[in-house]
């Protein structure tokens, strides 16, 4: 493609199960998107999130969060 510079960017999801569904969520920016399998959720994420940046001129993205497990006693 003449002209066009085509970036990329590694973000970080956290994936969720609900009602049969998994719902993934970008933690860098606000965007979540859904499917019925695992990796249909990630796809569809990708997905959504590259039209999220479609559009803009400036890209701000939050610093990739730490993610880490807690053991909370309930």
Known sequence: ???VT???MR???AVSE???WFVARCLEVEVTSQGESL???RRNLVE???LYFE???EIVVNESPI???LDVAV
Do not use: Q, Y
């Open 1 to 3: 493609m003449d002209g």
């Open 6 to 8: 085509i970036k990329a």
């Open 11 to 13: 973000l970080t999801a």
């Open 18 to 20: 609900d009602s049969g």
């Open 39 to 41: 990796e249909e959720a």
């Open 48 to 50: 959504a999130l590259e």
């Open 55 to 57: 559009d803009e001129s």
């Open 67 to 69: 993610i880490v497990s």
